[in-house]
C-alpha cells in the first residue's frame, strides 16, 4: 500500500514539473516582443538629394521631393 502511494506521489511531482515548464515556455513566448515592421522603401528628392521615407515624400508628375518648396522650385 505505501509503496502505491509513493507511486502516486512521484506522478503527481511529475505532473506539477512538466506543467511548470510548459506554462513557463509559454509565457515566455508570450513575452516576446513584437516583431519589427517591415523597413520602408527610400527615396531620393528629385532637386537635392536628400533620401527620406516614400511615405513622407511629395510626388509631382512622377518625381519624388522633400519639401513643398522644393517640388514648387521644380517648376521654376
Known amino acids: ?3 502505491l502511494i509513493l507511486l502516486l506521489f512521484l506522478g503527481l511531482v ?3 514539473v512538466f506543467k511548470g515548464i510548459t506554462r513557463s ?3 515566455r513566448r508570450a513575452d516576446a ?3 519589427a515592421p517591415e523597413p520602408e522603401r527610400m527615396v531620393a ?3 537635392c ?3 527620406l521615407p516614400e511615405s513622407e515624400s511629395l510626388e509631382r508628375n512622377g ?3 522633400c519639401s513643398e518648396e522644393h ?3 521644380a517648376d521654376s
Open 1 to 3: 500500500m505505501s509503496k
Open 14 to 16: 511529475a505532473y506539477l
Open 25 to 27: 515556455a509559454s509565457r
Open 33 to 35: 516582443p513584437p516583431r
Open 45 to 47: 528628392c528629385a532637386h
Open 49 to 51: 538629394g536628400v533620401h
Open 63 to 65: 518625381r519624388r521631393y
Open 71 to 73: 517640388r514648387r522650385l
